[in-house]
């Protein structure tokens, strides 16, 4: 988080208490990140209105520029003025979209988080960060490299913001029920899946520095775990990531974003491999 400068916040309207500028402003008041704000309209014309908007974030000492913009679609809309202004970071207020919506179309806030070459910002609520539960949701059980690349950005990440914000980090990682262990077989060992699972645990506190209570190991499925534990929590912040592949395996790999996304009463922060990122900045760029 502290490595961020430059922040795509994308305005639903242009108002100074929009959820997603005032997330912007906090972040860049603690990392001196550059603001570009962007609003998607192709009909009605708020140049006037966002270089207000603009003058007033200049004077408040931000540096901030902003755009009207249109390229077919919102989504297509994000993702060129992502790539052309070189954003590390998108900062969106999640809207979401009824079941049946979804079952008819995939969801833009969806499509973003699997498309954008860098995190996402997903704000849900107006509650203050200062002095809150921040929760980073890992995979202990998968040890490859991708995943180990993953676990490092996003507990770094969380502890970014909970030093932000001073408030408390935590971590929670989920193990398959028994029933569910044979689609586990790191897990499926001799000793148990409890046991197993609690000992890679041990080793990532370890490595992390995690306090064994600010560890909260569960049994079951990763979005109902971290949902439950963010609740318990009462964490203002999820931090998680995706693989973010598209297609087919979009809809299987990596959605455990997308399942929590609705369910969280907080804001979630969602974070890719940087060998996702780097393939979805060379399709941009092609």
Not at 75 to 99: M, N, R, W
Not at 210 to 223: A, K, M, N, S
């Amino acid at each position: 988080m502290q490595e961020i400068r430059s922040i795509l916040v994308y305005l639903e309207a242009i108002a100074e208490d929009d959820l997603a500028l005032h997330r912007a402003q906090l972040i860049a008041s603690k990392t001196g990140a550059r603001l570009q704000l962007l609003i998607c309209d192709q009909q009605a014309d708020h140049s006037h209105a966002m270089a207000e908007l603009v003058r007033c974030m200049r004077d408040a000492g931000y540096t901030a520029e902003g755009e009207q913009a249109w390229q077919d679609s919102v989504e297509k809309t994000i993702l060129f003025e992502l790539a052309l202004y070189g954003c590390e970071l998108l900062i969106k207020q999640h809207v979401p979209d009824s079941g049946v919506a979804k079952a008819l179309l995939t969801p833009l806030d969806w499509k973003l988080l699997r498309h954008c070459p860098c995190a996402v910002l997903m704000v849900k609520t107006r509650r203050r960060w200062a002095q809150g539960a921040v929760l980073a949701a890992v995979d202990v059980a998968n040890p490859d490299g991708e995943h180990r690349s993953l676990h490092h950005s996003i507990v770094a990440h969380a502890h970014d913001i909970a030093a932000l914000a001073k408030g408390q980090l935590h971590v929670v990682s989920a193990y398959p029920s028994p029933i569910m262990a044979t689609a586990e077989p790191v897990l499926n060992t001799e000793g148990g899946i409890d046991e197993r699972y609690r000992q890679q645990c041990q080793a990532f506190q370890a490595t992390y520095g995690i306090d064994q209570f600010d560890l909260h190991i569960t049994e079951g499925p990763p979005d109902e775990s971290i949902t439950q534990t963010a609740r318990e929590l009462d964490a203002v912040v999820t931090v998680i990531g995706t693989v973010a592949r598209s297609g087919l395996s979009g809809a299987l790999i990596g959605n455990t974003a997308e399942t929590v996304l609705d369910a969280l009463e907080s804001d979630v922060l969602v974070l890719k491999p940087q060998d996702i990122i780097d393939q979805l900045q060379a399709q941009a760029a092609g």
